[in-house]
């Protein structure tokens, strides 16, 4: 796929027509997979905002869209706003339906780091900012439980840190963990940082703690001195304060890269489900 785009993409998929149906809001997920149709050769239909012109009840209302919109197309990309609705979608639909939430988020993840750092086993992560909320750090958790030595450092505050399904599913599979709230302590020791952006009305303290936190979990020129010369900074973007500007032209600035590859990763996944 990268030799596709360096050569301005392919005609392969003209006949085949991707939907693109976003009931929650993106602004990254969505132009990938359609960029990634496009390079392939293929069509695009595309609902933003799907909830506010496809009704969201009765409960079987999304049955009932993926029935008509998997008549109009060969691959439907759905984000659905409602845990569990991508499953009930999959169940009813007659073409291969792929979860626009974080799934596909975490396998460019780990495409990025293995292309940038050459290894998956033995990897050292921090993950960083709003881990309880955070749906990219929790599937790439799960993810990266998959893989032998891996060292997972969650950082961030108290009240933000990963949850406990993870938790638990990395004790079943023997994955190493530390909590932390100290990033600079992190920092050294790690192959990949990979941050989230928290917002305001998602930080349940006061505006001197939130000061507090994003001063603590900022990467600027500072912190990024205390990694190790091979280790890469990541982001699933956009940012929102958590990395200085400052940094982007250091070359263990990896987000950019990250999401030229995700669209490779995507142009791979809907040629897969198409064959
Ligand atoms: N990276 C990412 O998933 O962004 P969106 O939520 O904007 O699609």
């Not at 990266?144 to 840190?161: A, I, T, W």
Request: charged letters at 30%.
């Amino acid at each position: 796929m990268e030799q596709i785009v360096k050569r301005g993409g392919t005609r392969d998929y003209d006949r085949k027509i991707m939907a693109s149906l976003f009931y929650d809001s993106s602004s990254l997920t969505r132009l990938s997979f359609e960029s990634a149709m496009s390079r392939l050769g293929g069509k695009v239909l595309t609902m933003e905002n799907a909830s506010a012109f496809f009704s969201v009840s009765p409960d079987d209302a999304l049955e009932d869209t993926i029935r008509v919109v998997d008549d109009f197309c060969d691959v439907i990309v759905l984000r659905h706003n409602e845990i569990g609705g991508a499953e009930r979608a999959a169940k009813v639909c007659t073409v291969p339906l792929i979860n626009a939430e974080h799934p596909t988020q975490a396998l460019l993840d780990l495409y990025t780091i293995h292309k940038e750092t050459n290894k998956l086993d033995g990897l050292k992560v921090a993950l960083v900012g709003n881990l309880a909320e955070g749906r990219t750090v929790r599937s790439l958790s799960y993810l990266l439980s998959k893989f032998e030595r891996v060292k997972l450092y969650f950082v961030s505050p108290e009240s933000l840190q990963m949850k406990e399904d993870i938790i638990d599913h990395l004790a079943e599979h023997n994955t190493w963990y530390a909590v932390e709230s100290d990033l600079h302590k992190v920092l050294p020791e790690v192959d990949v940082v990979y941050t989230t952006q928290i917002e305001r009305d998602r930080f349940d303290g006061s505006d001197t703690e939130f000061k507090d936190f994003r001063k603590n979990y900022f990467i600027d020129k500072d912190s990024i001195e205390l990694m190790n010369k091979n280790a890469i900074i990541l982001s699933p973007l956009p940012r929102f304060t958590e990395i200085s500007r400052e940094i982007d032209h250091d070359s263990r600035a990896a987000y950019f890269r990250q999401t030229q590859n995700g669209m490779i990763l995507r142009m791979a996944l809907l040629a897969w489900v198409l064959e």
